[in-house]
């Protein structure tokens, strides 16, 4: 089992920037594939970005060159700079941890709010 939870998120104007982290309780060292989603009302969660244990990155094309994925593995610590905030990046930002084997095991963080203001 491993638990998520997020934290970072806020209210920001347009162009500015904020950090999310999301701390795991268990290890997420080389088995798990770790991934930012968001989600708006009425609208289905979508992929933000996501990073192996090898460190390959993915992102959705709408946050591409403006947001960027870590991982701090000794600290069990995901983290998503976002950079040029624009109003269409606000959403509920989840954190989840998928099994690199057995992707069923896939866990979800409660969820921080990202306000962008124009």
């Known amino acids: 089992q491993v638990q998520l939870v997020e934290s970072g998120g806020g209210l920001v104007q347009f162009g500015g920037s904020l950090r999310l982290s999301c701390a795991a309780s268990?290890?997420?060292?080389?088995?798990?594939?770790m991934g930012w989603y968001r989600q708006v009302p009425g609208k289905q969660r979508e992929l933000v970005a996501h990073?192996?244990?090898?460190?390959?990155?993915t992102y959705a094309d709408s946050v591409k060159g403006r947001f960027t994925i870590s991982r701090d593995n000794a600290k069990n610590t995901v983290y998503l700079q976002m950079n040029s905030l624009e109003p269409e990046d606000t959403a509920v930002y989840y954190c989840?941890?998928?099994?690199?084997?057995?992707?069923?095991?896939?866990?979800w963080g409660q969820g921080t709010q990202v306000t962008v203001s124009s």
């Open positions: 990073i192996s244990s090898a460190l390959t990155t």
């Open positions: 268990g290890s997420i060292s080389t088995l798990y594939v």
């Open positions: 989840n941890a998928r099994h690199r084997y057995v992707p069923s095991n896939s866990y």
